[in-house]
């Protein structure tokens, strides 16, 4: 073939943004595919009884409430430390607030990497263009702020909306106008636009657990699909024959599919293994899609490459060392154990695991029995994994000695980072009673969620009806609001104990309560602060 002279470079942003919008529509449909599946899947093994084990079938010695109601009210302990709720929400402030300081840390040595080697390749390293480009390429502590403190929509909207006015006020600087602020948001939607698209696809509280697995490879599929015409052109040009220039288009990107499956891999591993926790991941994915997107945008600088790689190791090295810090400060103290119970509601349900996972999970675990409503939220990536290679049920409770076992190897120790992590029994319609037994005698706290109660929910009756029976009401907060049937919890009460509804400390909740409200009500409820204050004078040195 007769040299045609230079191989022409296609359009890098546009066909990015193509890839980053085909990626960001199917990646949410293929989360919601794999997610259903894996809540039916779920939903359908609750539902039935445990497998046989040995010669008989367990579930036969579950307690039951007591048929009449009591003569007198169930004695409550009287010797009790008093609480100190704001030294526990203190607290978990102190470690969220550390957490966040270290991501910001890390942001500012990724961006600076990263506009140091674009601007000194460009000649143009000016002080207020490093500025602008640092703060572009820090743009992802954004999403990582949002998630760590649990914000509500309009929080985030807030401080999005900070994010750009300090991007716009950098790129003013030195000029007598707004143009150069103009000009800095026209960047940010050049550099980060496509890889923020992307981000935005899996960070959807609902598809977190699958999502940011599932978008690595549809990016990457899809980025080379988008470049296969080039490809194809490039290797004609070279001489190559026609079947191997379509052989290459095709096969190369479909080699990213037993990558993205050794990532997941590897991110159950150090999940597993407590080097990261479900957080960390999320985040870590986060950072890699946003270098994947930068590497792709400057593919043909491989002085580019290597400093996009390099910004992104200093994040990951500034991270290590963050947690590393953090960890150490609360390792060994296991923390106080909140047992989380309720009313089966998708979307409420979400939301207070969520706020406990942004507070109080910084200083104690969290303990629940898994259900249809929280079947994904609380998937982790070991979970996710099991679930792909059909192991799932090496996870369910099946008798007395698998949830001794699940008891004794509960993982109350602090993950790398200094959080604590859900801890989530999955049971068969026969087994969860049992469980729930045994949760509440270890739990510090037991969170009842009595929003949406009707007398049809005969689960969360049953649970209150055993928290009077075994004494420990003291040790209950409950949440309700307009839709709970008041009535029926004085009568799930007061049926197992003649009077016990009045021991019941009961904390009316909003929708829109914040993460750090929710939790400062829940510890002020708290009647037992033992293991509260324990924890706190062993984890901090200041006097609060």
Same mark, same amino acid.
Request: aromatic fraction near 8%; include cysteine.
């Given at each position: 073939?007769? !040299?045609?002279?230079? +191989?022409?470079?296609? @359009?890098?942003?546009?066909?990015?943004?193509?890839? &980053?919008?085909?990626?960001?529509?199917?990646?949410?449909?293929?989360?919601?595919?794999?997610?259903?599946?894996?809540?039916?899947? +779920?939903? %359908?093994?609750?539902?039935?009884?445990?497998?046989?084990?040995?010669?008989?079938?367990?579930? =036969?010695?579950?307690?039951?409430?007591?048929?009449?109601?009591? &003569?007198?009210?169930?004695?409550?302990?009287?010797?009790?430390?008093?609480?100190?709720?704001?030294?526990?929400?203190?607290?978990?402030?102190?470690?969220?607030?550390?957490?966040?300081?270290?991501?910001?840390?890390?942001?500012?040595?990724?961006?600076?990497?990263? =506009?140091?080697?674009?601007?000194?390749?460009?000649?143009?390293?000016?002080?207020?263009?490093?500025?602008?480009?640092?703060?572009?390429?820090?743009?992802?502590?954004?999403?990582?702020?949002?998630?760590?403190?649990?914000?509500?929509?309009?929080?985030?909207?807030?401080?999005?909306?900070?994010?750009?006015?300090?991007?716009?006020?950098?790129?003013?600087?030195?000029?007598?106008?707004?143009?150069?602020?103009?000009?800095?948001? $026209?960047?940010?939607?050049?550099?980060?636009?496509? %890889?923020?698209?992307?981000?935005?696809?899996?960070?959807?509280?609902?598809?977190?657990?699958?999502?940011?697995?599932?978008?690595?490879?549809?990016?990457?599929?899809?980025?080379?699909?988008?470049?296969?015409?080039?490809?194809?052109?490039?290797?004609?040009?070279?001489? =190559?024959?026609?079947?191997?220039?379509?052989?290459?288009?095709?096969?190369?990107?479909?080699?990213?599919?037993?990558?993205?499956? $050794?990532?997941?891999?590897?991110?159950?591993?150090?999940? %597993?293994?407590?080097?990261? =926790?479900?957080?960390?991941?999320?985040?870590?994915?986060?950072?890699?899609?946003?270098?994947?997107?930068?590497?792709?945008?400057?593919?043909?600088?491989?002085?580019?490459?290597?400093?996009?790689?390099?910004?992104?190791?200093?994040?990951?090295?500034?991270?290590?060392?963050?947690?590393?810090?953090?960890?150490?400060?609360?390792?060994?103290? &296991?923390?106080?154990?909140?047992?989380?119970?309720?009313?089966?509601?998708?979307?409420?349900?979400?939301?207070?695991?969520?706020?406990?996972?942004?507070?109080?999970?910084?200083?104690?675990?969290?303990?629940?029995?898994?259900?249809?409503?929280?079947?994904?939220?609380?998937?982790?990536?070991?979970?996710?994994?099991?679930?792909?290679?059909?192991?799932?049920?090496?996870?369910?409770?099946?008798?007395?000695?698998?949830?001794?076992?699940?008891? %004794?190897?509960?993982?109350?120790?602090?993950?790398?980072?200094?959080?604590?992590?859900?801890?989530?029994?999955?049971?068969?319609?026969?087994?969860?009673?049992?469980?729930?037994?045994?949760?509440?005698?270890?739990? @510090?706290?037991?969170?009842?969620?009595?929003?949406?109660?009707?007398?049809?929910?005969?689960?969360?009756?049953?649970?209150?009806?055993?928290?009077?029976?075994?004494?420990?009401?003291?040790?209950?907060?409950?949440?309700? !609001?307009?839709?709970?049937?008041?009535?029926?919890?004085?009568?799930?009460?007061?049926?197992?104990?003649?009077?016990?509804?009045?021991?019941?400390?009961?904390?009316?909740?909003?929708? @829109?309560?914040?993460?750090?409200?929710?939790?400062?009500?829940?510890?002020?409820?708290?009647? @037992?602060?033992?293991?509260?204050?324990?924890?706190?004078?062993?984890?901090?040195? !200041?006097?609060?």
């Amino acid at each position: 073939m007769p !040299d045609s002279g230079p +191989v022409p470079l296609p @359009d890098v942003q546009g066909w990015l943004t193509g890839a &980053a919008l085909a990626a960001a529509v199917v990646t949410p449909m293929v989360s919601l595919l794999l997610l259903g599946w894996y809540r039916r899947v +779920v939903t %359908a093994r609750m539902t039935t009884g445990a497998p046989a084990v040995g010669s008989r079938r367990w579930g =036969s010695g579950q307690w039951r409430p007591p048929p009449r109601a009591a &003569a007198t009210p169930t004695p409550e302990p009287t010797a009790r430390r008093p609480a100190r709720p704001a030294t526990f929400t203190e607290l978990v402030r102190r470690q969220r607030r550390s957490l966040l300081a270290w991501h910001a840390l890390a942001a500012v040595a990724y961006g600076l990497i990263g =506009s140091l080697a674009l601007l000194t390749e460009t000649d143009t390293l000016t002080v207020p263009r490093l500025l602008v480009v640092t703060l572009l390429y820090a743009w992802p502590w954004v999403p990582t702020a949002v998630l760590v403190l649990g914000l509500r929509a309009r929080q985030a909207v807030l401080l999005t909306a900070g994010y750009f006015l300090a991007l716009v006020a950098a790129g003013s600087m030195g000029t007598a106008s707004l143009r150069g602020g103009v000009l800095a948001f $026209a960047a940010w939607a050049l550099m980060a636009g496509p %890889a923020t698209v992307l981000m935005a696809a899996f960070a959807a509280p609902r598809l977190r657990a699958a999502a940011p697995h599932v978008a690595l490879v549809v990016f990457s599929v899809a980025a080379g699909l988008f470049v296969w015409p080039w490809t194809a052109y490039s290797a004609l040009t070279a001489g =190559s024959s026609f079947g191997l220039s379509v052989l290459l288009g095709v096969t190369l990107p479909l080699l990213m599919i037993p990558l993205a499956v $050794a990532n997941l891999a590897w991110s159950a591993r150090r999940y %597993a293994t407590k080097r990261a =926790s479900e957080q960390s991941l999320a985040i870590d994915q986060w950072w890699l899609i946003f270098t994947l997107a930068q590497c792709l945008m400057q593919y043909n600088q491989v002085r580019a490459w290597f400093a996009m790689l390099g910004a992104h190791l200093a994040h990951r090295l500034v991270m290590a060392l963050g947690r590393r810090r953090l960890g150490r400060a609360v390792a060994g103290h &296991a923390g106080p154990q909140l047992l989380l119970l309720r009313v089966f509601a998708r979307r409420r349900g979400e939301q207070v695991l969520r706020d406990l996972n942004a507070t109080w999970c910084h200083a104690g675990s969290v303990h629940l029995i898994a259900g249809w409503d929280l079947a994904t939220a609380t998937m982790g990536p070991d979970e996710f994994l099991d679930f792909t290679l059909g192991r799932l049920s090496r996870h369910f409770v099946t008798d007395q000695g698998h949830l001794a076992r699940r008891l %004794a190897e509960l993982d109350l120790a602090p993950d790398g980072d200094g959080r604590h992590r859900v801890n989530d029994f999955f049971c068969y319609r026969d087994t969860w009673q049992p469980a729930v037994r045994a949760l509440v005698e270890r739990a @510090d706290v037991v969170l009842v969620d009595l929003r949406g109660l009707t007398p049809r929910n005969e689960g969360v009756t049953f649970e209150l009806q055993y928290l009077v029976h075994c004494r420990a009401l003291h040790r209950v907060v409950a949440l309700i !609001d307009d839709t709970t049937d008041l009535a029926h919890v004085h009568w799930a009460l007061d049926s197992a104990a003649r009077g016990a509804s009045r021991w019941l400390n009961a904390v009316r909740v909003e929708d @829109d309560i914040t993460a750090m409200e929710l939790l400062h009500r829940i510890t002020a409820a708290s009647s @037992d602060g033992s293991a509260v204050l324990e924890l706190t004078r062993a984890s901090t040195s !200041d006097p609060v």
